[in-house]
């Protein structure tokens, strides 16, 4: 079922940024698709918050219901709502498709900035997997202390795509440079920071 909610979750992401590729164009689209990443980063934000209190409160399985209230409304919403918006609907050519894919594979920045994209989001899959057992069996706090961990990282994460769309349109390579550097220096403080001492803070 965690499969299953996968990649039916993933279906929904291309399906949005599909719509704003159809829709808009030029730096509408680009406004929008950062916006929309945005929005996509409270998810991870909420989620643990409003997760650890509903464990606490009615036990593990009502998030599982209270996502699938949400299933339902979002479904109703999409039946009365969405629709085709690509203007020129073009015929399914599994040769065409699949051709397409092979050339942005074999484009190199594409492929080194999925490269690049899976590193930095591993890490948030990481934590999301293992974060809130060993706040809660390590450190031994309740599922609320997990959420509002989660809650500080996905506001830091929010507020890296707030900084993204602010430096959209500055030079690529510069704020590339300085964005690793910036990495860096924090991975190695939280490296030695964590040897001499382990406690939820530095988690």
């Not at 069996?137 to 500080?152: E, Q």
């Not at 830091?156 to 993204?164: E, L, R, T």
């Not at 440079?177 to 403080?189: G, M, R, S, Y």
Request: proline fraction near 3%; include cysteine; glycine fraction near 8%.
């Amino acid at each position: 079922m965690r499969i299953i909610h996968g990649i039916s979750v993933a279906v929904i992401v291309i399906a949005k940024r599909a719509y704003f590729v159809d829709v808009y164009k030029g730096d509408r689209l680009k406004h929008y698709l950062s916006m929309f990443t945005i929005i996509w980063s409270a998810g991870p934000i909420v989620a643990p918050f409003v997760g650890g209190y509903f464990q606490s409160t009615l036990g593990w399985q009502s998030n599982f219901y209270f996502l699938a209230a949400m299933a339902v409304i979002i479904t109703i919403l999409e039946i009365i709502y969405s629709g085709e918006t690509l203007k020129n609907p073009h015929v399914f050519n599994l040769k065409k498709i699949a051709g397409l894919y092979v050339e942005m594979m074999q484009t190199a920045t594409f492929s080194l900035g999925i490269v690049i994209l899976c590193f930095a989001y591993s890490m948030v899959i990481m934590y999301n997997m293992t974060g809130p057992f060993i706040i809660e069996h390590h450190f031994k706090f309740t599922p609320v202390v997990a959420g509002y961990s989660s809650l500080i990282l996905g506001l830091a994460w929010m507020i890296g795509g707030f900084i993204g769309r602010a430096l959209i349109s500055r030079p690529f390579y510069s704020k590339l440079l300085v964005n690793i550097i910036l990495q860096l220096v924090t991975v190695i403080l939280m490296i030695i920071s964590i040897s001499f001492i382990t406690n939820i803070y530095i988690l």
